[in-house]
C-alpha cells in the first residue's frame, strides 16, 4: 500500500496509526448534523445507522436496528417498498406513512427520502423522519394476526387519502377505534374527530344535530347549537351506524356531504366545512338498498374505499394478547388479574359473538369474582351464553323472535340486566362496560325500550 508525504515531520506513533475510513465520517457526521430522526439504509435494503433522535422518539437502540429490515419502523406491511423503489430509480420521495415506537404506540409521519453518495461513489438512501409537533399516539389495535395486520394495512392507505370510507363490521368488533386509527394517520389528524351517532338522530333531531339551529328556531331553542358537521370543519366526521339513518333525512345528508354547505335550522344564512366522512354500520347496506331503506347515491357516496372489520372468531390467535390487554384495565384495587391457562384455553375455544366488547365484559366479571386476583376456569362464565343460543326457543320474548341466537343472546343478557339494575339504562351500561349510548343504541335495535314501571314490578 502506498503512502502520501504531506509534508509533515516527527509525527508519533499514535498519530500515523490507521484513521476512520472516509465512509464513516462521512455517514457520522451527517448522522449529527441531522436533528429529526433519521436512518441510513443501504442498497441491500437493511438499516445502516439511526441517530440519536430517532432513538430517543421512538425508544430503539440504533445498534438493534442495525442490520434490521428498512422497514423496521413501518406499522404496517407495504408491498410497495418505497426503499427498494428508491434503489431501482433513484427518485427522491416525500411520502405519509405510519410507524410504530418500541412501546407499540403508532404515528403518523412525513418521510423524506434521498441520496446520499459516499466519497467512494457507493450510494445509500437517508430517510429524515417528521413527526407533526403535538400528535397525540394513536389507540392501538391489538393483536399480530394476519386478519389484524391485512386490516391495519387497510386502514393506513385509507388514512393517507381524502376519500370517504365505510367499515361493515360486526357489533363490538372495534369500529369506532378503527375510524379513529384513520383519523389519527390521516393529514386531518390536527383536526377534530366527531362522532355522529345515527341511531338517535330521527326525523326531528336530524337537522339540529347535524346543521345547528338558532336561537327561537323551534320550541325550546333558547340559544344558538352549532351542528357537528361545522363541528368537524377541517377535520373527520364519523357517522357510526350509518344503516340506522332514517331514509327521508338521507337527502340532506347527501347534499351536504356533496357541496359542504349547510344552513342551521331557522337561520337565513349558509355555513361552510369541510370535512372527511368516515361511515360504519353492521347492516348489509346493500341489501337496504335493494328493498328501499337506503339511498343508493348516498351509498356509493359514503362507500369509495369499503373495508371489512373481522369478528373476533376470524382471529383468534389475537386472544392471548388482548387478554393481558385488558386484564390491567379491568384490575381494581391495585390488584393486577392474571388468568390461568385453562381459563385462556376456554376463551380460545368460545365463538365470542359479542366480540371484543364481550370479552372485556367477560374478564370484568371474572376479575370482580375473583378473590385473590387469579381467574381460573369456573369464572369464565360463557355457557350460558352458548345455552341460551341453542335451547329455549320457545320461551323466547316475542319482541325477539326475528332476531338471530346470537342477537337473542345478547337481548336475553341486556333484558336481564334491567330488571337487576331496576330500569337504571346508567347501570346497565356501567356492568356492560359501554356507553350509554351504545346501550341506547342496543336497547333500540332489540326493541328492548320497557317502560321503567314494567321493570321494577
Known amino acids: 500500500m502506498s503512502t502520501v508525504d504531506n509534508g509533515m515531520t516527527g509525527l508519533s506513533d499514535k498519530s500515523r496509526q490507521p484513521q476512520p475510513t472516509p465512509r464513516t465520517l462521512t455517514l457520522s457526521s ?156 390521516s393529514p386531518r389528524s390536527q383536526g377534530p374527530f366527531v362522532v355522529v351517532d345515527c341511531t338517535v338522530l330521527n326525523e326531528e333531531l336530524f337537522e339540529s344535530e ?36 332514517p331514509l327521508s333525512q338521507q337527502p340532506k345528508l347527501l347534499r351536504a356531504l356533496e357541496t359542504g354547505v349547510f344552513r342551521p335550522v331557522g337561520g337565513t344564512k349558509t355555513h361552510r366545512a369541510e370535512v372527511r366522512v368516515i361511515s360504519a354500520t353492521h347492516q348489509d347496506l346493500r341489501t337496504m338498498m335493494q328493498r328501499g331503506e337506503f339511498r ?12 371489512e372489520i373481522p369478528p373476533l372468531r376470524e382471529r383468534r390467535e389475537d386472544i392471548p394478547v388482548l387478554v393481558e390487554h385488558l386484564l390491567p384495565e379491568i384490575s381494581s384495587n391495585n390488584r393486577v388479574c392474571r388468568i390461568q391457562k385453562e381459563a385462556m384455553r376456554k376463551l380460545l375455544l368460545y365463538s365470542f359473538p359479542g366480540n371484543i366488547r364481550e370479552m372485556r365484559n367477560v374478564l370484568h366479571l371474572a376479575a370482580a369474582l375473583s378473590p385473590d386476583g387469579v381467574i381460573t376456569p369456573d369464572l369464565i362464565r360463557v355457557s350460558d351464553h352458548v345455552q341460551r343460543q341453542t335451547s329455549g326457543q320457545e320461551n323466547r320474548d316475542p319482541r325477539m323472535a326475528q332476531l338471530s341466537p346470537i342477537e337473542a343472546a345478547e337481548a336475553d343478557y341486556i333484558l336481564e340486566l334491567l330488571r337487576q339494575c331496576h330500569g337504571s339504562r346508567t347501570e346497565v351500561a356501567a356492568s356492560m362496560s359501554i356507553s350509554e349510548r351504545t346501550l341506547y343504541r342496543k336497547l333500540k335495535r332489540y326493541q328492548l325500550n320497557i317502560p321503567h314501571e314494567q321493570l321494577t314490578q
Open 30 to 185: 451527517l448522522l449529527r448534523a441531522q436533528r429529526k430522526p433519521f436512518l441510513v439504509i443501504d442498497s441491500n435494503c437493511r438499516i445502516r445507522d439511526a441517530n440519536t433522535p430517532l432513538e430517543t422518539v421512538f425508544g430503539m437502540d440504533r445498534l438493534n436496528l442495525t442490520g434490521c429490515s428498512c422497514c423496521q419502523l413501518d406499522a404496517t406491511a407495504i408491498e410497495d417498498c418505497r426503499h427498494q423503489r428508491f434503489f431501482r430509480d433513484l427518485e427522491p420521495y416525500v411520502e405519509t406513512h405510519s410507524l410504530k415506537s418500541a412501546n407499540g404506540d403508532i404515528r403518523i409521519a412525513q418521510l423524506q427520502g434521498f441520496p446520499v453518495i459516499d466519497d467512494d461513489g457507493t450510494v445509500y438512501l437517508g430517510e429524515s423522519i417528521h413527526l407533526p409537533q403535538g400528535q397525540t399516539p394513536v389507540r392501538r389495535m391489538v393483536g399480530n394476526s394476519a386478519a389484524l395486520r391485512t386490516l391495519m394495512q387497510e386502514l393506513t392507505q385509507a388514512a393517507v387519502t381524502q376519500a370517504s370510507v365505510l367499515l361493515h363490521g360486526e357489533t363490538g368488533s372495534g369500529k369506532e377505534l378503527a375510524a379513529e386509527f384513520i383519523h389519527h394517520l
Open 210 to 245: 347535524l346543521f345547528g339551529h338558532i336561537k327561537g328556531a323551534f320550541t325550546g331553542a333558547i340559544s344558538h347549537k352549532t351542528g357537528l358537521f361545522e363541528l368537524a370543519d377541517q377535520g373527520t366526521l364519523f357517522f357510526d351506524e350509518i344503516g340506522e339513518l
Open 296 to 307: 343508493q347515491d348516498l351509498y356509493y357516496r359514503l362507500a369509495v374505499l369499503p373495508v
